[in-house]
């Protein structure tokens, strides 16, 4: 039974590692992920799964994820859109309310339509695609089951050789 555990969590670990090297792998320079039409986000401690739509589709009262500059720093939020003008070039600009702020951005600053926040699940994404998240969740758990297979191996060799 305990050999089997073990068994089972290896394969679980081994899952994670894919899922870790994927996300890493594939995390963009604005820090979300695409996938096909979808967008995985980590915005604080959420990660929070957008739509890409059609900018004709968008519209007032629509809740969306945009990329903003926040103190001089690139930052993902999620916000309702109030207000839609054409600016400029006939570029559409956005007046959105996030939490307690209105902030005006242009088209090329939307991810897409909100579907869903998963709470922790973004603290836990940002954590396991760092050096030190990658060593605490996948290698050292690695290195203990192949230590304990190890021990295991000797073990089994040690008890053919008595039986001899």
């Not at 926040?117 to 050096?131: C, D, E, K, M, V």
Request: with cysteine; glycine share 4%.
């Amino acid at each position: 039974m305990k050999d089997r555990i073990i068994e089972i969590f290896a394969i679980i670990i081994v899952i994670i590692a894919i899922i870790i090297t994927w996300l890493a792998l594939n995390i963009n320079n604005l820090n979300y992920i695409e996938l096909g039409k979808y967008s995985l986000v980590t915005n604080n401690s959420n990660l929070v799964i957008a739509k890409e739509n059609n900018l004709d589709e968008i519209e007032v009262n629509n809740h969306i994820v945009y990329i903003y500059y926040e103190k001089n720093k690139l930052v993902t939020k999620e916000g309702i859109i109030r207000d839609i003008n054409i600016g400029d070039n006939d570029i559409k600009k956005y007046k959105i309310k996030s939490n307690k702020d209105i902030v005006s951005i242009d088209s090329s600053c939307i991810i897409g339509k909100y579907i869903i926040s998963i709470p922790i699940l973004g603290s836990i994404i940002n954590f396991a695609i760092t050096r030190d998240g990658f060593l605490t969740l996948i290698v050292l758990p690695l290195l203990v089951i192949c230590i304990y297979e190890l021990f295991k191996f000797v073990d089994t060799i040690s008890n053919v050789k008595t039986k001899k």
